[in-house]
């Protein structure tokens, strides 16, 4: 018999309005037997209709996440296959190249857990949950069938494996996988460190926010603060930046974004320093350095929501000596990937940072992550990235 688990009367319908996640502290009883990790269990409502089909791990806070709303469909490698199927099919019609994007985002493709990025002919996994742990020998043969890659790369390093019993661990999971690869954004190409770089070697999700950048820098004196391989260098570097400053803590980032602007030509136009941003930025502010643009790509600062105020703390800190570095009438692009930090609260904090500092933002753009990391409607932690571009004006 499957095992049920029926939820309160007493509840936020939360599942109803597309969030996929069932905490222990919303279900009434489980019925059925206490699933093991990665059991595939139905969800019912209080009068025991069905309400969604989900793996389950006890041993976890998210107790279930949803796999199907259809009674009648199995999780099977059919089911993986038509998932993988439509995430495809999604980017195809929005992206203009697919051979370089995110190709599944967990829950918001219906797989949660399950995160894949394309460089070309491979890819990079990374799987975050028990269930999806198990469902592998599945999403192997799905994956094979769809996507067809040369090798897939695990880049199961990630802590929050740790939350659901699981082992971090980075490495082959079959096929082939060069350590470097290389993609192309907007003309540019770049070297991604499969194996070692942040996340999954580059940040798709900042693939408009680059191009956005493209009328503020011409002729510009452009810092990139948080760098990382260089993304946003390179691009104000081609967008027209007579100089550009990029600063990242990591050495080995450092190198891949060195070879990045040099692969376009634009090495002479960058200067890439190794350095905690936090004492940079310290630095550059006290000796009265002045830029046209300051960049802001931090990591999330708000891993959880206890770590919150902390965040904010250095939110507005970066920001605040930021700001006070762009000359009158300038750019500060600052963005935020913490999902704790909600838009209003990142504006706000970059405003406060402003006030401080004298000065006057018009907000001349806002947006998110590209479409490649789509949102359920009722998923607050979906709107993980902010990035703003503001004009500053002084005040005095
Ligand atoms: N803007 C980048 C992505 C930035 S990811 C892009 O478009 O690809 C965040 C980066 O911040 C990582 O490269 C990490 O090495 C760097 N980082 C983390 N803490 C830092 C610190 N205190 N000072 C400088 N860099 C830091």
Redo the contacts with the bound molecule.
Sequence with gaps: MTTQLKLKRQRKKRLEQGHPWVYASEIDTVSGGEPAPGDVVEIVNHQGAFLAKGYANPKSQIYARVLTYRADESIDTAWAVRRLQAALAYRERLLPDTRFCRLVYGEADFLPGLIIDRYGDVLVAQILSYGMERLKPVLRSAIEEVFRPLGVYLRNDVSVRRLEGLEEHTGLWWGEVPRLAQIEEHGLTFLADLYEG?KTG??YD?RDN?AAIAPFVPNAEVL?????????AVHAAHYGAKRVTG????GS?LEVARRNAEMNGLADKIDFQE????D?LRDADRDGRLFDVV?L???AFAKSKRALEGAIRGYKEINLRGVRMVKDGGYLVT?S?SFHMLPDLFQATVLDAATDAHKILRLVHFSGAAKDHPEIAGVEEGHYLKYAIYEVQSRK
């Design positions: 942040q580059y940040f900042q680059r990139d603060c948080f760098c990382h391989t260089g993304g946003f600063v990242d803590i990591s980032a350095a905690n941003a936090f940079f960049m790509d931090p990591p963005a990937c």
